[in-house]
């Protein structure tokens, strides 16, 4: 299918060159005023939240310290937005809505210094080209104010003077009267209503000295209501409800450092309490409500790393920097700004946020240990040992553990991380540490920085710190994703380096590190049917098989399936516990580890998995237990080649069929060697295969890279192993041009 499509586009395209070479060239001329006006409004005011945002926008650049707004009809019907700022002068009503008429700017070098949020001149005068717009207001001092109405960015007649409350009222009726499709398309999609409230309600945390109403036109309530507050939390207290104010921290930023960046950040951002379905991002640079889609991301990849069960945080953030490193004038609805060191920014708010994620599981459990939260001293091993353990299913040692102090869930009972640390060396300790060690427990189990100050998981991060090598941790940190090379490596850029880094080996690392650091905090993967473990091994072993030319001898393979069960089913507690793989009593393989958010391991490889975790991991050995489990995992989750050959390259072979079938298809192999039927499986298998491969390398793009940028730790031998290999610099290549 999609070689023909690719042939046909071909055909298509050199038909219409031969078309346009043939034509005379279209005559060139210039658009009607009108028709230009129409176009750029449509591109300021997109929807009725575009418009609204634009007028409370002015109210706040004109001082007021009331807004109310009434919408009808999602806002095509009306918006109505009253103040009480400083409201407009007399004189500049015939100008006010033609295009790019500001109080705000006079020379370009003012855009460096803006403060304001309007500065183009632009949104009232578009707003009057696709819709029909009223303005009353009035100035200070003033016995009556004025109305006017305006269309098409003129004036429609002298202003009438009113009576007029402090400030202006600007009302926009009709909105996309004149632009159908426009129209309809809102009329279709629903209401804009809900994105309007949304909008009022960031407006209203962050400018707490304002206060903020927003109803429908008719109803008695508003559904945004906010008084002016003494403080961002009774804000959001006020606009998002209780359940949210009470579960957030105080987050702050800076840096002043002209080299790196120079910057301001306050913030208030959920904890592992907040739970919600989708992240609410509340950002303001400079006092401007803008998105951005890079600091969002990191912020969310570190609550998915450190809290994955409240992963979908509530967040706002206010960012204050130097008004020079600020480019206010990069979108035409200014949603977005471009900042100067924009990515320095973002990690030092992304270190700040992960750290103050990491204490506050600390915090929040004194809290409810309602005891003294005094820090506790860094605990030695021996300190931190429950004095009384008992026994626990999985058989190892597990301490007691008053339900009331550790707040746990079910899946994950408390002490059993604890006591199997401590399986090779139980020390007893006395009476009164046990407060102590409960702490210290719990701290453990909340911090997986900490997870084991004493223990081989923490041995084993130590040593992935201790080989990690800076150089590479450079290129990791800062490269450029530039495509697949090949099926195993990618090119990335760093500076003026080209590498190949090989990403089975990259992901497998990452993995091995991750699940390390998610050890006994992994959220899992549900499978939809439970696998039974037996028949994963049998198949393991039947590949092995093949692969090894082997005869096969069925009865020693069930033998070994059915130890291999055993040992697992044994194992299950502490394989839930620390890794979340979950097997149930009659052997069967329930749920899977979250190592990388929104990633999940390719299933073929489950029985290789399975088999890797009978066979080869050392069960005895604490460290080595647990390192072989992890690396069991991580080349599981691995970013392996597809097993379908890669279509794009010479496995296309594998995909083709008879020379007969059809003509674009005549270099065909042998492949094939009956009729249709097997001429769709292979359509099928092609598509398959490409889905894979493409979705493959979004993965590695898209997960891989940016996870690695923010988690990696690349050890020292992949310097040498040939992981990341350098193809070429840029200053050689200029070097052999400059020559040529
Ligand atoms: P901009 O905000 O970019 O200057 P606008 O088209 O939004 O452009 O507004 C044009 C001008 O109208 C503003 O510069 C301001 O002087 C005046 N204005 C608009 N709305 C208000 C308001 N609510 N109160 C006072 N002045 C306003
Ligand atoms: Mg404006």
Not at 120 to 139: K, P, Q
Not at 221 to 226: E, L, N, Q, T
Request: a negative charge; one cysteine or more; proline letters at 5%.
């Amino acid at each position: 299918m999609a070689l023909e499509t690719t042939s046909t586009l071909m055909e298509i395209d050199e038909e219409e060159n031969a078309s346009v070479i043939v034509k005379e060239p279209p005559k060139i001329h210039r658009l009607d005023e009108s028709v230009v006006n129409r176009i750029a409004a449509g591109e300021v005011i997109q929807r009725p939240v575009s418009a609204i945002k634009e007028l409370v926008e002015n109210s706040l650049d004109a001082g007021s310290t009331s807004i109310n707004i009434v919408v009808k009809d999602g806002g095509l019907k009306l918006i109505q937005v009253s103040d009480d700022g400083h409201g407009i002068r007399y004189e500049d009503l015939p100008i006010l809505c033609e295009r790019h008429t500001t109080s705000k700017l006079s020379t370009f070098e003012d855009l460096h210094s803006i403060k304001s949020m309007g500065f183009r001149g632009e949104a009232l005068a578009s707003m009057t080209y696709v819709s029909h717009v009223t303005v009353t207001t009035i100035t200070p001092g003033q016995l009556h104010g004025y109305r006017a109405s305006y269309r098409d960015g003129m004036m429609e007649y002298e202003p009438k003077a009113c009576a007029a409350v402090k400030g202006t009222q600007i009302m926009i009726e009709n909105l996309f009267y004149n632009m159908t499709a426009r129209k309809k398309t809102l009329q279709n999609s629903g209401d804009d209503y809900p994105k309007i409230v949304d909008l009022l309600s960031r407006f209203a945390i962050h400018h707490i000295n304002v206060s903020f109403s927003c109803r429908k036109h008719g109803a008695p309530r508003a559904d945004v209501h906010s008084v002016a507050s003494s403080s961002k939390i009774d804000a959001i207290r006020s606009v998002y409800g209780v359940s949210v104010a009470q579960n957030l921290m105080a987050v702050e930023a800076s840096d002043d450092d002209a080299s790196s960046s120079v910057f301001e950040m306050h913030g208030l951002i959920s904890d592992s309490n907040y739970i919600a379905k989708k992240i609410t991002m509340v950002l303001f640079i400079n006092d401007r409500l803008v998105e951005c889609a890079a600091l969002k991301r990191a912020v969310e990849i570190v609550y998915s790393a450190t809290l994955p069960k409240a992963s979908k945080p509530f967040i706002y953030m206010s960012l204050v920097l130097p008004s020079e490193h600020v480019d206010v004038n990069v979108h035409p609805t200014k949603r977005e700004v471009s900042l100067l060191n924009q990515e320095v920014i973002i990690e030092k708010i992304q270190a700040v946020v992960e750290s103050k994620l990491r204490n506050s599981n600390e915090g929040r459990t004194f809290q409810e240990q309602t005891v003294d939260p005094m820090p506790s001293s860094p605990m030695t091993a021996s300190q931190a040992s429950p004095s009384a353990p008992s026994t626990s299913a999985s058989g190892f040692k597990m301490p007691k553990v008053p339900h009331k102090i550790v707040r746990t869930d079910s899946q994950d009972p408390a002490g059993r991380l604890h006591a199997y640390m401590h399986i090779k060396s139980p020390v007893h300790v006395e009476r009164n540490s046990a407060l102590a060690s409960v702490r210290s427990l719990v701290r453990r189990r909340r911090n997986p920085r900490e997870t084991a100050d004493l223990t081989s998981v923490q041995e084993l991060l130590d040593d992935i710190n201790r080989s990690c090598d800076s150089g590479l941790l450079d290129v990791v940190k800062h490269c450029t994703f530039i495509g697949m090379a090949d099926d195993i490596f990618a090119l990335v850029q760093h500076k003026t380096h080209l590498y190949l880094a090989n990403v089975v080996n990259l992901s497998k690392e990452l993995m091995y590190q991750q699940v390390l650091r998610r050890f006994a905090h992994c959220n899992a993967i549900q499978l939809s049917e439970p696998a039974p473990l037996l028949e994963l091994i049998l198949l393991a072993l039947k590949e092995d098989d093949i692969d090894a030319d082997g005869d096969g001898n069925d009865d020693l393979k069930n033998k070994i399936a059915e130890m291999n069960t055993d040992l697992l089913r044994r194992k299950s507690d502490m394989l839930d516990d620390f890794f979340s793989i979950h097997v149930d009593e009659e052997g069967n393989l329930g749920r899977l580890p979250v190592i990388l958010d929104q990633y999940t391991p390719e299933m073929d490889r489950l029985p290789e998995f399975v088999l890797c975790l009978g066979n080869d991991v050392d069960w005895d050995d604490e460290k080595t237990c647990i390192q072989s489990v992890a690396a069991a995992i991580g080349n599981f989750y691995a970013m392996h080649p597809p097993l379908l050959p890669n279509p794009a390259g010479e496995g296309l072979q594998f995909y083709k069929r008879k020379p007969s079938c059809k003509s674009e298809e005549r270099d065909a192999t042998t492949l094939g060697d009956s009729g249709e039927i097997k001429d769709d499986i292979e359509h099928e298998l092609l598509s398959e295969a490409e889905n894979a491969w493409a979705q493959r390398e979004w993965t590695i793009q898209h997960i891989l890279f940016p996870s690695m940028r923010l988690f990696f730790n690349p050890p020292c031998s992949m310097a040498r192993n040939g992981t990341f290999v350098q193809v070429a610099s840029l200053e050689k290549l200029f070097k052999i041009f400059e020559r040529c």
